[in-house]
């Protein structure tokens, strides 16, 4: 089935620091892939999205390449704050098959001013 | 502003009883939701519904039931509960098409199983 790999369970940096946030995919086919932004107390919320039809998303300073070849989707900003500190969900669901929604176990990120 | 809606926020239970979680969402998505979140594990799919009268299974279905009365409303049943299904729950509604191409969540029920 379907499933997306975060290897990283937990990130800490400084202010102005450069984020990379690592994803892998395994599906059989093409599916709209996401990051999703939590912070303490809520929900997830969606930070970026990107389809087939478009290869990158860009949202908030943040920015993720949709790679078919390495099969991967990366998240990186150039300069993180301290407001960045959050849970972040790298997820996937491929249309052709159900509308399932499939998430990673999340990356932790704690930025320090 | 899409909104989804979970109550309790908070839940105790005891081993062995009935526990309902339940979910309504005003942006008449189609799609709905349940996943659980535990550390280490992020975000596990339980069971999704396409619309009313619909459930789907997910991942771990095991030892929950779902029921979606109608396009609003999404409940989670566990009939029952074990200490291992103490949890973050998460209920989320979503529509495919090009009006609404994400996930909306609720801030979660926080059930405990003693």
């Known amino acids: 089935g379907d499933s997306v790999t975060q290897k990283q369970g937990q990130v800490t940096l400084s202010e102005d620091d450069f984020l990379f946030i690592n994803c892998t995919y395994s599906?059989?086919?093409?599916?709209?892939l996401f990051w999703y932004v939590q912070y303490p107390g809520q929900g997830p919320q969606l930070l970026l999205k990107v389809t087939t039809a478009n290869n990158k998303g860009i949202s908030r300073g943040f920015e993720a390449t949709y790679d078919k070849g390495t099969t991967s989707f990366h998240l990186q900003k150039a300069s993180v704050q301290e407001s960045d500190s959050a849970v972040y969900f790298c997820a996937l669901v491929d249309l052709s098959n159900t509308d399932k929604v499939v998430f990673g176990t999340g990356t932790r990120l704690q930025v320090s001013p | 502003e899409a909104a989804v809606t979970q109550s309790p926020r908070n839940k105790v239970a005891v081993t062995g009883g009935k526990v309902t979680l339940s979910c309504n969402q005003t942006n008449n998505h189609n799609n709905m939701y349940w996943y659980r979140q535990d550390t280490g594990h992020g975000l596990r799919l339980i069971h999704y519904?396409?619309?009313?009268?619909?459930?789907e299974k997910g991942d771990i279905p095991d030892g929950y039931k779902a029921s979606r009365p109608s396009q609003e409303n999404f409940s989670l049943i566990l009939e029952l509960a074990t200490p291992s299904q103490t949890s973050v729950y998460f209920c989320?509604?979503?529509?495919?098409?090009?009006?609404?191409?994400?996930?909306?969540f609720g801030s979660g029920t926080r059930l405990t199983v003693l």
């Open positions: 989320a509604s979503g529509d495919w098409g090009e009006s609404a191409e994400t996930l909306y």
């Open positions: 599906t059989t086919t093409y599916p709209t």
């Open positions: 519904s396409y619309g009313a009268g619909s459930t």
